[in-house]
């Protein structure tokens, strides 16, 4: 009894091996090659669900169904113009025919590696026939944003326009993109879309960029630097304009003031001085007194004639004055005490 039920054991055990390995499920995401051997059997499972296979002779081999990413190296190259810019592509592939694709590359790891020689020598063909600008522009209808500032000068000379092309960045992807498709199609491999996710400049196009940038906006500085220097000499001129004008109006009103001043104070002096014959002789003595004060100093000397006015009073201030000086110093004295008298 015991070695029945030891056989019933065993005959389960193998049952359950056996049903193990004949028995697999395809993901929804997967899709599987059948080998026997080493070598593909059958068609290719597509369909999701439970399936079966010959036990032991042979394997599943599962193939990704999903929208597969490519991401490249960032990688220098010449473009038309003879100028290096660094590119860095990516991709988005399927794989549409897994027989194909099993037989050729196996796993995605080839697939990866096939994908880095073909694309990334159709992007060196498609740099290498168009110039940079046709690599950096995206379309070729597109209308610049244009500095309002600028003069018509400026306008005249292109500053601010955009280079005229012929194709653009997205038709250069297409033209990428339908190369590498027909080379990819010979692995079961189906290339859906392809663009450009960086471009640089290399380190020997940049300064050459760099310079064209700044020779632009160092244009453009000099002009608002020479407008400002003339606004700024242009107000200077108006500020001296102004102040010379003011200088000249307030002279002006200044001698007007003094004229109104001086022809008062004369009108007065004119009225004092011209009452008594006394009082219009006083006026000559004291204005003559004061021409001594302002034209005689301790080192001045005076070439006089004997019959000057201002030698006359002068006369009378010598030690050996006559008696006709003292006499009509003391008329002058006597003069001065009936004016003074009058006066009071």
Known sequence: MKIVWGLLAGIAVVAIVTASTAIYTVGE????????????????????????????????NRIDRRVLEWDGNPSDMPTKDKLYISVDLFARW???????????????????????????????NAVAKHELIEIIRTTKGRTPLRDTLLTDEELAQDIGTLVPIQKGRALVEQEIFKAAAEKVRVFGIALLDIRFKRINYNESVRPKIY??????????????????????????????????????????????????????????????YNTTAQAAEFYGFTRTMQAYKDMISNRTTLVLSTDSDLFMFLRGMQADTGKQDSGRAGGSSEMVRELSTGQR
């Open 211 to 272: 310079d064209r940038m700044i020779s632009e906006r160092r244009q453009i500085a000099e002009r608002f630097l020479s407008e400002g220097n003339g606004e700024a000499a242009r107000i200077r001129g108006n500020r001296v304009r102004d102040l010379n004008k003011i200088q000249s109006e307030a002279y002006r009103e200044v001698e007007e003031i003094r004229g109104v001043a001086d022809a008062a104070a004369a009108s007065i002096y004119a009225r004092a």
């Open 94 to 124: 399927k794989i549409t025919d897994p027989l194909q694709y099993f037989l050729r590359l196996r796993d995605e790891r080839s697939a990866q590696s096939r994908l880095d020689d073909i694309l990334g020598s159709e992007t060196r």
């Open 29 to 60: 995401v997967e899709q599987a090659i059948i080998t026997q051997f080493g070598k593909p059997v059958g068609e290719p499972v597509t369909t999701s669900g439970l399936k079966l296979k010959l036990p032991f002779v042979q394997n599943v």
